[in-house]
Nanobody, 128 residues
Framework: QVQLVESGGGLVQAGGSLRLSCAAS????????MGWFRQAPGKEREFVTT????????YYADSVKGRFTISRANAENTVYLQMTSLKPEDTAVYYC?????????????????????WGQGTQVTVSS
């Protein structure tokens, strides 16, 4: 089992920045990819970005490309999400997730059903 704890959410004005962190513990040796998803009130959960822990390949949703950056610190089993130029439509609960499933191209890890461990989420609110 992998346990995930997100942190770094909060309230920020439009145009501002936040950095989210996701720390993994437990059976971390099995993690192949980590991802961020988000869910706004009344909406379905959506993909934000993913990173392969070995090789570092990344993939982003079009809505965040150029504004968000995912990075990893493998030694600390931690993934970060640097968010800049935030917009009110970025307001959501952000979830970190991990998967041990291998064999797909990085873009395929936009699928939430490939991830088997999820954090509790951290709220990001962007005011206009």
């Amino acid at each position: 089992q992998v346990q995930l704890v997100e942190s770094g959410g909060g309230l920020v004005q439009a145009g501002g920045s936040l950095r989210l962190s996701c720390a993994a513990s437990g059976r971390t040796f099995n993690i192949y990819a980590m991802g961020w998803f988000r869910q706004a009130p009344g909406k379905e959960r959506e993909f934000v970005t993913t990173i392969m822990l070995y090789g570092g390949s990344t993939y982003y949703a079009d809505s965040v490309k150029g504004r968000f950056t995912i990075s990893r610190a493998n030694a600390e089993n931690t993934v970060y999400l640097q968010m800049t130029s935030l917009k009110p439509e970025d307001t959501a609960v952000y979830y970190c997730a991990t998967t041990a499933i291998r064999g797909y191209s990085v873009s395929r890890y936009a699928r939430a059903d490939l991830f088997d461990a999820w954090g509790q989420g951290t709220q990001v609110t962007v005011s206009s």
